[in-house]
């Protein structure tokens, strides 16, 4: 058998070469390179200084509409955006009906009263939905 001859020497040597000529090339006049790197100083000036990027509003701004009953015969609609909580809809909604928000609750048939706090996206309250007002008794 023949001794393996390692020609990886040469290779990387010409490899090396290579990449520093390419680097003096797109060297800025003025930066320096040294072993192939670029010194920190001048890595922190070539950075590119990027605009803060807004996120878009995580809901919609289209506003939709509510139906709301009382259960006592009157009926209204109110209109207001997804991300509303439900404890302001509650205050829009018994403002138009002339009822005291506090006394009320609100949630769809047969299902439990919505909490305060949470949204109507939450809860997948979208245009011509329906709600009901009942009285809270306080049981």
Do not use: W
């Not at 006049?29 to 590119?48: L, M």
């Not at 509510?66 to 207001?80: A, Q, S």
């Amino acid at each position: 058998m023949q001794p393996h001859k390692s020609t990886s020497g040469s290779k990387s040597d010409s490899y090396k070469a290579n990449r520093d000529q390419k680097q003096r090339e797109h060297q800025k006049p003025g930066s320096q390179i040294q072993d192939g790197r670029i010194s920190k100083s001048q890595h922190q000036t070539t950075q590119k200084k990027c605009k803060p990027v807004q996120s878009p509003p995580a809901t919609s701004t289209k506003l939709i509409k509510v139906h709301v009953n009382n259960r006592l015969g009157k009926n209204g609609e109110v209109l207001c955006l997804p991300s509303d909580n439900i404890g302001d809809f509650k205050k829009m909604a018994a403002y138009q009906m002339g009822i005291k928000a506090q006394d009320v609750m609100l949630k769809r048939q047969g299902l439990r009263p919505y909490r305060d706090h949470l949204t109507l996206e939450d809860y997948e309250i979208g245009t011509g939905s329906s709600l009901d007002f009942e009285m809270d008794t306080g049981d």
